[in-house]
């Protein structure tokens, strides 16, 4: 089955802008936003919709119900950002830091992570459809109980990710690689590996290998 990847934002003609604020209900639209500190916000229902975002710092926020549809992130620090429960359409982070960030219970559609730092990030009880992560460091990440279609891992590393009750038929891990990884041994029918990588997952689940 040919694997669908992520339909790129889709962006009108945008204005630039200096400066903006984050407010409960707020609605941020159209815009350009560049190397602006917007961290350290407890916000509810905020809503970003065909917007690029470039160099722009948001650090350990807290964003419930957050929307955000059609925007790129470029070079931004997203570190330790709360957006449990958020929905993401059509959105690519690209060359971001995401250290710590929690996408808990949340509905990812067409993402595109490239070539981001992304460790310890929670994408727990995510819904994730027709998501790629290309050249991006998922060490010690989250993937506990994740429902998913068309999930690609392409050149990530994966060492010490856990994908504990998540259903792991049709997914590739040939591309990315890890020294350490926990599956739950029920679900792993169907995951594709190397011969390392096999080798690698039967010692994690205590199996005795003999040359």
């Known amino acids: 089955m040919k694997i669908k990847k992520p339909v790129a934002p889709l962006l009108p003609q945008l204005t630039e802008t200096d400066f903006i604020?984050?407010?409960?209900?707020?609605?941020?639209?159209?815009?350009?936003?560049?190397d602006q500190d917007l961290s350290y916000q407890d916000v509810r229902n905020l809503v970003f919709r065909e917007c690029r975002f470039d160099k722009i710092t948001m650090n350990r926020n807290h964003l419930e119900r957050f929307d955000c549809i059609n925007v790129i992130f470029d070079h931004c620090d997203l570190s330790n950002t709360e957006w449990i429960g958020a929905s993401f359409h059509q959105v690519h982070f690209r060359?971001?830091?995401l250290t710590g960030t929690n996408f808990a219970e949340s509905y990812l559609r067409d993402c595109f992570f490239e070539d981001c730092l992304a460790d310890y990030v929670s994408f727990?009880?995510?819904n994730q459809k027709v998501v790629q992560f290309?050249?991006?460091?998922?060490?010690?990440t989250e993937f506990v109980e994740v429902t998913w279609s068309n999930l690609l891992l392409d050149n990530c590393s994966l060492t010490g990710s856990n994908w504990f009750h998540t259903k792991l038929a049709g997914l590739d891990l040939t591309k990315s690689t890890f020294e350490k990884i926990a599956f739950s041994q029920e679900l792993l029918r169907g995951l594709k590996v190397t011969q390392e990588q096999a080798i690698t997952i039967a010692a994690g689940l205590g199996l005795v290998i003999k040359e």
């Open 95 to 97: 060359q971001c830091k």
């Open 21 to 34: 604020s984050l407010d409960d209900e707020l609605v941020i639209e159209g815009l350009v936003l560049k």
């Open 134 to 140: 290309h050249q991006t460091s998922l060490k010690d």
């Open 124 to 126: 727990s009880a995510t």
